[in-house]
């Protein structure tokens, strides 16, 4: 064919790098070399129904194809698709990378290759890619168009309702009618019109990247979610259809799922001419015979499903690809077919680590994208002050009616130049944002420092490119959404899809930013801002009572208000428990809300916004913290409910169903950014907060201030009301550690009992028949329990083993073993050899087990049984359990599986596991004093400007709002393991009151606004990234639960 014409990719007509790097690589991998010779042309047609043609060379083989597409689209985890196509049988089958491509299609002119999902992850939060995740909604949308994907109708309307949404934005009736009747989704679609719609109208603010989130949420349910049938007959010929998926074979008849045969009960698969063999663990508990025999239509057939099996076995159960096998001298046996390509593991890691570049994408059927492909021209004088994402940028009023007007589809045009940049193609990438993992909102940050380094690149003086803010993810952790109170600004706001998990926390699409360079403050005038205000140190006191009383107040709202209105619209909650919990929380927010605006009265007064010369008069804050507090004790009586409130709820969780679902689906809304239940004890975290406040204050103050005498009489007066509910409160938080602790686990039942008190929790390595592998383990007072987190839809733990306490020993054995930080525990049963990541985890996990094997020695006995369903253990005390952990079951028993839901992704549980490292509850009751909110500027390693962000420290996070007003957060990132020191001078940072935080390869810079502000940051955040041990925890405060 000769020289062909290089067409320009969708990610190079946006100014992303070229990549070489395509999903199957590892990072740092080159590409494979490509035959020289003559080219054929290859048909692709992609999930959006473009066509695409590729040139490849006449020998290449599968990969390089399969690379070519991956590499067009910018797509990183291009391991989970495939290409199929029809065979000379006109059987579709998959191409293998390993052969020729035109050794598979004969007749490459006459054949159009399509390019689909191929594995399908257990759960889609594990689909760290904006992109990703819209291909993999595309693939949903064709799947229920083609019969494939079957359901219910109210499943079918509210999976039609997010494509609707994600396609044509917000409901508006006229136009819902006018799109359902140009696209039809499913066959007979107008019998559900009226019920798409109606759920349609309540996805109002819903951004593209969070509708293709929430229709994956309710596709990976449905039993037929990625679900191929295989025609087959079993032994008596019944008819029934075969399948394959990530946990591992299935048995369907018709559309009913009758049987399924996990990886770790296979042992062998293979086929003879037309029959299928499945070769099983022996189970004396099972009724199956050893070897299952399934009947197939040819040989063909069989040969073909039994690749995928094995395909879907390596991608989803090993940890790299497996090696092919060695050439046989004289002759072969068998079939020689591999899995080739990066395995799940692989993938995951490879994104998590960062990598590869993010780049940008378009959505071709959203009728919203032409909102993104807007750029404002940038202004000479702001070229050095990187644009920021538009979840935190701000702006005037004007602003935000002019973003509201364009998330209600009013399209706005570019200029000439722009519309040839961004000239129409398949799948134009388009800045991702945050991930939604779990319904949690929260998207972490670590995302947006390689939006950074993109806007780096692309923001050059010359350059007409649009700025993109990038958030993409780790299948942990949330999504920014611009839908705050406020409105975002038109400077730098991302009108598309998702974040990331990781901050990457989650998002479909990244999408170019509107870009007002006016509405960011420079340096300068933040200086000048600054001396405005007061300097001394009783100022910022005060100061920090009101920023921290406003978190207050919106975390009470949590419950009087918006749980409340939820409440109220489900039939779920017995009228005694809402009246329990509505009765004593709204009393207190009606008084805080008062409180907060004398505080506000007094810092207007004390800023000089008044009257000059009576100024002086105001320069205090004691008498009003006095005035409020001794009314704050006609209060206690609703604090003293507390206790009743938290029992009755999780009783009430317990015995309803339909209550736990409520509260479950509670907590995936955006404005729940912390468990619920912790929501319930902030009036007694507050009067611990209220008393710091007061003694910094009595301790700067000389005797001779005039405001001394009332902050000293305050301080007495809040250490009562302390004293009076401290024991009250420890309790609390132990029975609210407990409950949090069951939602993270699967395989446990009794884990709230009496008298248990939680310890510790973190990751060490377990020794077992594999060497060390991860695991999370879980000490109480009376019992060590170690979990694994396996690729669950549900993001749990699965309880692997528990070890009793009561006669336990321990010992450091690196010399035996040979591992550092090594040390074995003996039970009376079962003993189990552990290691920590470094000495100092070592030392903790030494000492509060020790402490733990004393307290339950000293207790009356051995502890309840407390496992489920486990096995009777007839191991000898010197035997670790290899067997049991020698398969990661993907799935858990039949009555956790039943028990599986939606879950946060980025609770403590799961920082801990996916940083390495461990709390207590003595860090916790430590970070419960440790909380703070205000006002800070952040800054990428490799940005110039600053973005002034709200920001709330707790629970060992920090979380990132626009403005105070806010109801959620935009993004969080969880400090455990992250280090926090001072900027050197090579960092050339050369402001004041700068601290940096880092973690392997991610680093921010904060800026505070004093000298007192950047002193207490430092003081919280420490607390957080370096938990003290138990000796030195102790030793500046009372025991707590022990």
């Not at 692709?44 to 597409?69: C, N, S, W, Y």
């Not at 679900?227 to 591992?248: C, F, M, Q, S, Y």
Request: glycine letters at 4%.
């Amino acid at each position: 064919m000769g020289e062909t014409e290089q067409k320009p990719t969708a990610g190079s007509r946006l100014g992303a790098q070229e990549n070489a790097g395509i999903s199957t690589l590892e990072h740092g991998q080159k590409p494979p070399m490509t035959p020289p010779g003559k080219l054929v042309s290859i048909k692709i047609q992609m999930l959006d129904d473009t066509q695409e043609t590729f040139d490849i060379p006449q020998r290449a083989p599968g990969k390089v194809l399969h690379d070519a597409v991956c590499n067009h689209l910018n797509l990183v985890e291009g391991d989970y698709f495939g290409l199929e196509f029809p065979d000379h049988k006109k059987m579709m089958v998959w191409l293998d990378l390993l052969k020729p491509v035109t050794k598979q299609i004969r007749r490459p002119k006459h054949v159009v290759v399509k390019f689909v999902v191929k594995f399908f992850p257990p759960d889609h939060a594990q689909l760290q890619e904006e992109l990703t995740r819209y291909l993999f909604a595309l693939q949903v949308k064709q799947d229920l168009a083609q019969g494939r994907l079957t359901c219910n109708d109210t499943s079918t309307a509210l999976l039609i309702s997010h494509i609707v949404q994600s396609e044509i934005g917000d409901f508006d009736e006229t136009i819902d009618r006018e799109h359902l009747a140009k696209n039809k989704y499913i066959p007979q679609q107008e019998a559900l019109e009226d019920k798409i719609m109606e759920f349609h109208r309540s996805h109002t603010g819903q951004t593209p990247a969070e509708s293709d989130f929430q229709l994956l949420e309710i596709a990976r349910r449905l039993e037929m979610y990625g679900i191929r049938l295989h025609p087959a007959k079993d032994r008596e010929g019944t008819k029934i259809n075969l399948a394959v998926a990530n946990t591992g074979i299935l048995v369907f008849q018709g559309h009913t799922k009758i049987n399924a045969f996990n990886w770790a009960k296979v042992r062998k698969l293979s086929f003879k001419r037309k029959r299928f063999l499945i070769k099983l663990r022996p189970d004396v508990n099972s009724s199956f015979q050893d070897t299952l025999e399934f009947l197939m239509a040819s040989r063909d057939f069989c040969k073909s499903f039994w690749k995928i099996c094995v395909e879907h076995h390596a991608f989803f159960r090993l940890f790299e690809e497996p090696k092919p096998k060695p050439k046989p001298v004289l002759f072969s046996r068998g079939s020689s077919f591999r899995f080739s390509g990066r395995t799940q593991k692989q993938v995951l890691d490879y994104v998590k680590e960062g990598g590869h570049k993010k780049v940008q994408f378009e959505r071709k059927h959203s009728k919203i994208q032409s909102i993104r492909s807007l750029t404002a021209q940038p202004s000479e004088q702001h070229t050095e002050v990187p644009k920021q994402s538009s979840s935190f940028a701000y702006g005037n009023d004007n602003d935000t009616a002019a973003v509201q007007s364009c998330r209600q589809g009013k399209e706005m045009k570019a200029s000439p130049k722009d519309t040839g940049q961004h000239k129409s193609h398949s799948l134009k990438k388009s800045p991702k944002e945050g991930k939604k993992v779990d319904g949690a909102v929260v998207s972490t940050v670590e995302e947006e420092e390689e939006a950074a380094k993109d806007r780096m690149q692309q923001n050059r003086p010359q350059s007409q490119q649009p700025s993109t803010g990038s958030l993409t993810g780790s299948p942990h952790l949330s999504e920014l959404s611009i839908n705050s109170q406020g409105g975002p600004s038109v400077a730098n706001m991302s009108l598309s899809p998702n974040l990331s998990p990781d901050a990457k926390q989650p998002s479909p699409l990244i999408s170019p930013l509107l870009n007002d360079p006016s509405c960011i403050r420079t340096d300068d005038e933040e200086e000048v801002k600054k001396k405005r205000f007061p300097t001394e140190k009783a100022y910022f006191i005060a100061k920090e009572a009101a920023t921290t009383e406003r978190t207050y107040l919106k975390d009470l709202e949590v419950i009087t208000s918006w749980f409340q209105s939820a409440v109220s619209q489900e039939d779920c909650m017995p009228e005694t428990l809402k009246n329990l919990i509505f009765s004593n929380f709204e009393p207190l927010h009606k008084f805080h809300a008062g409180f907060l605006k004398e505080i506000e009265q007094r810092l207007a007064l004390w800023e000089g916004r008044s009257n000059a010369h009576i100024k002086g008069d105001y320069q205090r804050i004691g008498d009003v913290m006095l005035k409020n507090i001794q009314n704050m004790k006609q209060l206690t009586i609703h604090l003293w409910k507390h206790n009743e409130i938290l029992i009755e709820l999780e009783n009430g969780i317990k015995n309803s169903r339909k209550l736990e679902n409520f509260c479950r689906d509670f907590e995936l809304q955006k404005v729940c950014y912390l468990p619920l239940n912790t929501f319930l004890l902030r009036p007694l975290h507050r009067l611990m907060h209220y008393k710091q406040i007061m003694e910094r204050l009595c301790k700067h103050y000389p005797p001779s201030h005039i405001d001394f005498r009332d902050s000293r009489a305050a301080l007495a007066e809040v250490s009562e009301m302390v004293a009076q509910l401290h024991g009250n409160m420890i309790k609390m938080e132990n029975f609210q550690k407990l409950h949090e602790l069951k939602k993270d686990l699967i395989g446990i039942d009794n884990l709230v009992i009496p008298g248990r008190e939680f310890i510790r929790l973190g990751s060490l390595s377990k020794l077992s028949g594999k060497g060390l592998q991860q695991r999370m383990f879980f000490l109480f007072n009376d019992i060590l329990l170690y979990t694994s987190r396996g690729l669950t839809a549900s993001n749990q733990f699965k309880v692997h083993g528990h070890l009793p306490l009561y006669g336990m020993t321990i010992e450091e054995s690196e010399e035996e073993w040979g591992v550092p930080h090594c040390l074995t525990l003996r039970g009376q049963h079962q003993s189990i050899v552990v290691a920590a990541s470094t000495r100092s985890e070592m030392d903790k996990w030494t000492e509060d087990i020790q402490m733990a094997i004393d307290l339950a020695e000293k207790s009356s006995g051995p502890a309840p049984e407390l496992l489920a369903s486990s096995p009777p253990d007839n191991k000898s005390p010197d035997e670790t359990t290899v067997d049991q952990e020698s398969e990661d079951d993907l799935s858990a028993s039949r009555t956790s599986l039943e028990r599986q839901s939606p879950h946060r992704g980025n609770t403590t549980v799961h920082v801990c596991w996916h940083r390495n490292t461990s709390v207590s509850m003595i860090d916790f009751s430590i970070a419960v004093e440790n909380q703070l909110s205000g006002n800070l500027l952040r800054k990428f390693k490799n940005s110039n400007g600053w973005q002034k962000l709200w920001v709330v420290f707790t629970n060992f996070c920090m979380f990132f709002y626009k403005s105070h007003q806010d109801n959620h957060p935009l993004a969080s990132l969880p400090l455990l393991g992250y280090s926090l020191t001072i900027p050197s001078e090579s960092e050339n940072i050369h402001k004041d009151y700068v601290f940096k935080l880092h973690f392997k390869s991610h680093v921010y810079y904060f800026r505070a606004e004093s000298e007192y502000t950047f002193e207490r940051w430092m003081e919280v955040i420490r607390s957080a990234t370096s938990s003290a041990s138990r000796t030195r925890a102790l030793s500046h405060k009372e025991p707590h639960a022990y």
